[in-house]
DNA sequence: CTAACCTTTGTCCATTCGGTCAAAAAATGC
DNA sequence: GCATTTTTTGACCGAATGGACAAAGGTTAG
């Protein structure tokens, strides 16, 4: 029975290939999709390249399993976004949610970025259809929320746009922040500010004017 | 006298260097720098390979050259930001120019982003350099408009990130904004769609409360 | 113990890529 | 027109890379 099915069958695959999947992640992350090599995953996995091919056996394998895996995760924070909760408050934790997985998980956020600029070549299915049906769901009820005048008036969509950009500039362009805050103000603590920064921004932004 | 010289000194090497420059914008932008290939940026540059490495003697100088030439383009905006004008109105026309320059010069923005979420390998001392100075500078002029009132008290660093991060997006993430929209809203329109929000998130967010 | 299956590895291959070099071709100065 | 310099090119090289393969080493069920 091949390693490379779709299905991993044994324990030790199971493991395996998720080992490879998080190497791969490491990876991917740092170099992108063409700057990666199938060296650099098996030696971050620890295992030798033949061996990695006997679990996946071409690198797009590799990279579209890990994209697939880590869509759920990625959207996550949009999907809670609530119809019921109090407008502001819910994007208001939207941007918190998303703040700190810019925080936790800026290997992920990398990826997509990454995978974005080259023009999508292996995911934009994904953005037409599942991310464009999600956005397309939540501008509804944001809608709503403008109509019942509990927002301000505005764009839905570049709503969500400028949250994503927002947050998700503190994982992709980590360095350049870092960079310009300067060693004293780069530390950790620049989620945090960014966070209050954010909340502020858009929550006097959208409040409704009396 | 050989061709790669810091200084060219014919006219056909000022020319033939503007065309290997061109055609390495177009290439880097759209594959990063390890994804692009001499090969290709002497293909678009309508040349032999041997023949574009006569004037530029590595794949890392027509790079680096080519940054160091869109630097200046791409601070502009910022570095109009002026003190003696009204708060608001320079900030809302920075944001305007800012989402021009992503309509109008996406691979310029490109690749500033796939080198930065590269981690910057190339440009890191620019960004802690010229880059934070600009910023630092620009800085103190927001803070200065803060302690005046004229617009509400936050962070200068994460306001001009967050415009950053907001209008680049337009860019960088084209194809993933083009695939939420949709085909009938993923139109020219977008632009100025972006513009009106975003001009009007700072705006409101920013308005000092009375 | 043994046969069948799963996992691992060393070796090899074709292609791609960055870069060199010498020689041809074109331009330029006199 | 001729000599010198600049530009262009074909051929080539070594290293890196994605991937194939067969053989060896383990594991497991009977």
Same mark, same amino acid.
């Given at each position: #029975?091949?390693?490379?099915a779709?299905?991993?069958?044994?324990? +030790?695959?199971?493991?395996?290939?998720?080992?490879i999947?998080?190497?791969?992640?490491?990876?991917?992350?740092?170099?992108?999709?063409?700057? *990666?090599? +199938?060296?650099?995953?098996?030696?971050?996995?620890? #295992?030798?390249?033949?061996?990695?091919?006997?679990?996946?056996?071409?690198?797009?394998?590799?990279?579209?399993?890990?994209?697939?895996?880590?869509?759920?995760?990625?959207?996550?924070?949009?999907?809670?976004?609530?119809?019921?909760? &109090?407008?502001?408050?819910?994007?208001? *934790? /939207?941007?918190?949610?998303?703040?700190?997985?810019? %925080? =936790? /998980?800026?290997?992920?956020?990398?990826?997509?970025?990454?995978?974005?600029?080259?023009?999508?070549?292996?995911?934009?299915?994904?953005?037409?259809?599942?991310? $464009?049906?999600?956005?397309?769901? $939540?501008?509804?009820?944001?809608?709503?929320?403008? %109509?019942?005048?509990?927002?301000?008036?505005t =764009?839905?969509?570049?709503?969500i746009? *400028?949250?994503?950009?927002?947050?998700?500039? /503190?994982?992709?362009? &980590?360095?350049?922040?870092?960079?310009?805050?300067?060693?004293?103000?780069?530390?950790?603590?620049?989620?945090?500010?960014?966070?209050?920064?954010?909340?502020?921004?858009?929550?006097?932004?959208?409040?409704? $004017?009396?």
């Amino acid at each position: #029975m091949e390693g490379s099915a779709a299905r991993p069958r044994t324990r +030790i695959q199971t493991e395996k290939r998720d080992t490879i999947l998080e190497a791969a992640l490491e990876v991917f992350s740092t170099h992108g999709f063409r700057g *990666s090599t +199938i060296d650099q995953i098996a030696a971050a996995a620890g #295992m030798s390249k033949p061996n990695l091919l006997y679990y996946f056996r071409r690198k797009e394998d590799i990279f579209t399993t890990l994209i697939q895996r880590l869509l759920d995760t990625w959207l996550a924070p949009l999907r809670e976004l609530d119809d019921e909760g &109090d407008p502001l408050t819910e994007l208001r *934790s /939207y941007i918190r949610r998303k703040i700190e997985m810019a %925080r =936790d /998980y800026p290997r992920e956020s990398r990826i997509f970025a990454n995978e974005i600029l080259q023009g999508a070549p292996r995911i934009l299915p994904m953005l037409e259809g599942e991310l $464009k049906q999600l956005v397309d769901e $939540k501008a509804v009820i944001i809608r709503g929320w403008m %109509r019942s005048g509990r927002i301000a008036r505005t =764009d839905p969509y570049h709503l969500i746009f *400028s949250i994503w950009a927002t947050t998700q500039h /503190y994982a992709d362009f &980590d360095v350049q922040v870092r960079a310009v805050l300067g060693p004293d103000r780069g530390g950790e603590g620049r989620f945090e500010d960014a966070a209050r920064f954010l909340e502020q921004l858009f929550v006097e932004g959208l409040r409704p $004017k009396g």
